[in-house]
């Protein structure tokens, strides 16, 4: 796995947040120093300032990072809307600069940092005054490559050749893609699996079964 991987996923609510949290957990308990970072965050839980419940607390307990929640995090809003809704609702711009000086604080942490996005790769993170700043800008701008988690079933083939293909346009590498909700007995899964693999010319790393606690990675992303 590269130093720093971004997990970006062909929409929201597809799994990116548990299938990062299976990853550092693994990379972990093999021994890696690997942390977590998601510089935007929405629909979360607080108390006092400090988050209860949210994607970053899930990943924090799931993985067993020594670190609290809060930490892993650049901007959060309660409110379940897109990060540049939810920030403008606060009468907030989100500040890039900030997030870049937080990433690079985050790499001097640990050896591996898995940087998890929001919603799809064209998540929009301001659009204010004409600007268009999208989620693929960031991920250029953190100079990393993704690896894309889509769903195992009906519609994944569209879902994820349309990803990668925006993806590529963009200069963006994809390391590999995972398919979450997998149902291996299935023959729609598994042809799934097989035509992305033909259509893209990229590996599916991982296949992630509902409630499955472990990912089994190519070997190849430990190094």
Same mark, same amino acid.
């Given at each position: ?24 957990? *693994?990379? &972990? /308990? ?5 942390? #977590? ?9 607080? !108390?006092?300032?400090?988050?209860? /419940? ?34 403008? &609702?606060?009468? /907030? *711009?989100?500040?890039?600069?900030? $997030? ?6 985050? @790499? ?7 940087? /998890? ?8 993170? &301001? ?5 268009? #700043?999208?989620? !693929? ?22 879902? $994820? ?6 993806? &590529? @346009? ?19 899964? @598994?042809?799934?699996?097989? @035509? ?12 992630? +079964? ?8 190519? +070997?190849?992303?430990?190094?």
């Amino acid at each position: 796995m590269s130093k720093n991987i971004f997990i970006t996923a062909t929409g929201t609510d597809i799994g990116k947040t548990y299938v990062s949290a299976l990853i550092v957990k *693994k990379m &972990r /308990e093999e021994g890696f120093n690997c942390g #977590y970072f998601k510089p935007v965050l929405s629909g979360v839980v607080e !108390k006092g300032g400090k988050l209860t /419940e949210s994607d970053c607390n899930y990943v924090v307990n799931t993985a067993k990072i020594p670190t609290e929640a809060n930490d892993c995090v650049v901007y959060w809003w309660k409110e379940a809307v897109s990060p540049h809704l939810a920030a403008e &609702r606060m009468g /907030e *711009k989100i500040n890039i600069e900030k $997030i870049k000086e937080a990433f690079e604080e985050k @790499q001097k942490e640990y050896d591996y940092l898995l940087i /998890e996005g929001a919603g799809g790769i064209t998540c929009p993170l &301001r659009l204010q005054n004409g600007e268009k #700043y999208l989620l !693929k800008d960031l991920i250029k701008e953190l100079d990393t490559n993704i690896i894309i988690v889509a769903d195992g079933g009906l519609g994944t083939i569209n879902s $994820i050749l349309l990803t990668v293909e925006y993806a &590529r @346009q963009n200069n963006i590498k994809v390391e590999g893609i995972i398919l979450n909700n997998f149902k291996p007995e299935s023959f729609m899964h @598994q042809d799934n699996l097989k @035509q992305v693999e033909y259509l893209t010319g990229i590996k599916v790393i991982s296949t992630v +079964q509902k409630n499955q606690t472990d990912i089994n990675l190519l +070997q190849e992303y430990f190094s």
